[in-house]
């Protein structure tokens, strides 16, 4: 029998046996939680702890089961819970108007503009802080909105339905980058975009929803992921069959909306995203109150800080600074010098789709690495893609507070 030398984590060993001709057999392998006694501690108390793990596997039966359709469009207003008064939701966590990122602050400013709410963003921030006009965070009405994404009444939305729960969630019919409100002198034509989808996208796609019925937003997905890899990533092809299910319901119920929302959509190959998006919140509602459930349910920045959520303590948030995204391309014009920190709740889609366990990021030593759009830090819109990972620091005080 030939022997064989094995090593654990040993590289001096390793290059030591090959000098004398012995290639050992390396063993991958690294400490839990790379070693850190404090964070070792908290997995052996989390992994012990037979709630965790029956919450986990309730949890986890919701977003398996989870059946998310598109199931209407209109405005926020006459749609979202709560959104008939003077309140703007804006990406992140909740927090004090100063301490939004820049990008971020404006877009919600001139959100205030589109709602005839104040003439300029200086009149809207002031309104703002002196409590004339409310802000809140999306995750609170059951929101979901992509990049430097804001919703206030009058904007479009998509409206999806878990057709196992009935839990609801809405997102922005936009694309929360490249048509955001951005700065004037752009400010104008964008602000005639959002009047288009309130005004005639929207109850197009009503009308068509309300002659075929709902539409099986997770069978879209699978087809797109068969077509054209992960949606989040490459959202076109699900925008491209999300066209053709509801091509023969306008054709035959809103003809005339049809120009406009083929205007819409060719503009764009985001336009999809918040969909994905809001079907995503409305999967990963069910697990929100699990007892002792360590899945993480949100992820989401507001260009300062960036916040999760856990499955088994709803409403409660941990943070961290934002970190910047690893870019993998930057639009034409554009560098790292024009980026903003995290800004957004794509990653929600991430949740939904990976399942991710605050314990198994701490055992790892990191979290997974989510697909982001990069967002400019003047105006919001979209200016690259990349790849970023949430601090472990809200992961671990995350799972201390649910094992304490």
């Known amino acids: 029998m030939r022997l064989a030398i094995a090593t654990i984590g040993a590289p001096h060993v390793e290059t ?56 209407g469009a209109g405005l926020a207003a006459d749609l979202v819970p709560g959104m008939d008064e003077r309140i703007i939701l804006h990406v992140g966590p909740p927090c004090d108007w100063d301490h939004l990122g ?43 909105a ?10 479009a939305i998509w409206a999806v339905r878990d057709e196992e729960t009935g839990a609801e969630a809405w997102a922005p019919i936009s694309d929360g980058a490249h048509n955001g409100l951005g700065r004037s002198p752009r400010t104008r034509d964008v ?15 009503a009308r068509a929803l309300n002659a075929t019925g709902p539409l099986d937003i997770g069978a879209l997905l699978d087809s797109a992921r068969t077509m054209g890899g992960d949606p989040s990533a490459h959202p076109r092809v699900a925008l491209i069959l999300l066209q053709d299910i509801l091509l023969a319901g306008l054709a035959d119920h809103a003809l005339d909306s049809l120009p406009a929302i083929t205007r819409v959509t060719r503009s764009s190959d985001l336009l999809a995203l918040p969909l994905i998006a809001a079907a995503s919140r409305a999967a990963l509602q069910a697990t929100l109150g699990v007892p002792r459930s360590s899945l993480v349910a949100e992820i989401t920045g507001n260009g300062t800080d960036v916040a999760v959520m856990l499955s088994g303590l709803p409403d409660v948030w941990f943070t961290a600074p934002a970190p910047m995204i690893d870019a993998d391309a930057y639009n034409d014009g554009y560098s790292a010098a024009d980026a903003a920190p995290w800004t957004g709740d794509q990653a929600v ?31 919001g819109v979209q200016i690259g893609t990349g790849t970023a990972r949430v601090p472990l620091v809200p992961i671990r005080d995350a799972l201390n507070a649910l094992t304490p």
């Open 349 to 379: 889609i991430a949740c939904a789709h990976l399942a991710i366990d605050a314990r198994l990021c701490l055992d790892a030593g990191e979290a997974p690495a989510i697909h982001l759009g990069i967002t400019s830090r003047t105006d």
């Open 191 to 205: 602000l005639a975009r959002e009047r288009l989808l309130a005004d005639r996208v929207a109850p197009g796609i």
């Open 146 to 155: 992509t990049m430097c994404g804001v919703v206030s009444p009058s904007m």
């Open 102 to 144: 820049p990008a971020l602050r404006g877009q919600i400013a001139r959100a205030a503009m589109l709602e005839g709410w104040a003439a300029d963003s200086d009149g809207a921030a002031d309104m703002i802080v002196r409590g004339h006009i409310a802000i809140a965070p999306t995750h609170s009405r059951g929101v979901a």
């Open 16 to 71: 030591g046996l090959r000098s004398q001709g012995v290639e050992p057999l390396v063993i991958d392998w690294s400490p839990p939680a790379r070693g850190d006694v404090s964070d070792v501690a908290l997995l052996v108390r989390s992994y012990a702890d037979d709630d965790v793990e029956a919450g986990n596997r309730h949890a986890l039966s919701h977003l398996d089961s989870a059946r998310p359709h598109l199931v």
